[in-house]
């Protein structure tokens, strides 16, 4: 059965650092490129980061870019999102999700029906 579990959230100060894991089971994540969202209650989930298969290249959305860092560790099948420098807005659940080899990107966005698969999701919540 696929499946992706994302962990690691919790409750931070502004400025403070976390680090989510999402880890698949029942396949394997080397050749799909895996996407973190985030989304707050009432709004559209967004795409902040991705990380494609083959070369790794990533994808960051302005919001995050220079604080976040998103790897992968295909031998523990893992994939991580370092946020550091957390702001209060940066307050949502977070969800990893994986597609086909490369990170689907319009409009310097990411292509939030290209993803196949999704976890349950992780609160992340940042106090001021």
């Known amino acids: 059965q696929v499946q992706l579990g994302e962990s690691g959230g919790g409750l931070v100060q502004a400025g403070g650092s976390l680090r989510l894991s999402c880890a698949a089971s029942?396949?394997?994540?080397?050749?799909?490129?895996i996407g973190w969202f985030r989304q707050v209650p009432g709004k559209e989930r967004v795409g902040i980061a991705c990380?494609?298969?083959?070369?790794?290249?990533?994808f960051y959305s302005n919001s995050v870019k220079g604080r976040f860092t998103v790897s992968r560790d295909n031998a523990k099948n893992t994939v991580y999102l370092q946020m550091n420098s957390l702001e209060p807005d940066d307050t949502a659940v977070y969800y990893c999700?994986?597609?086909?080899?490369?990170?689907?990107?319009?409009?310097?966005?990411?292509?939030?029906?290209?993803?196949?698969?999704w976890g349950q999701g992780t609160q992340v919540t940042v106090s001021s």
């Open positions: 990380i494609s298969s083959r070369d790794a290249s990533t």
């Open positions: 029942g396949f394997s994540l080397d050749d799909y490129a």
């Open positions: 999700a994986v597609e086909r080899l490369s990170c689907t990107v319009e409009h310097d966005s990411l292509v939030f029906y290209a993803f196949d698969y």
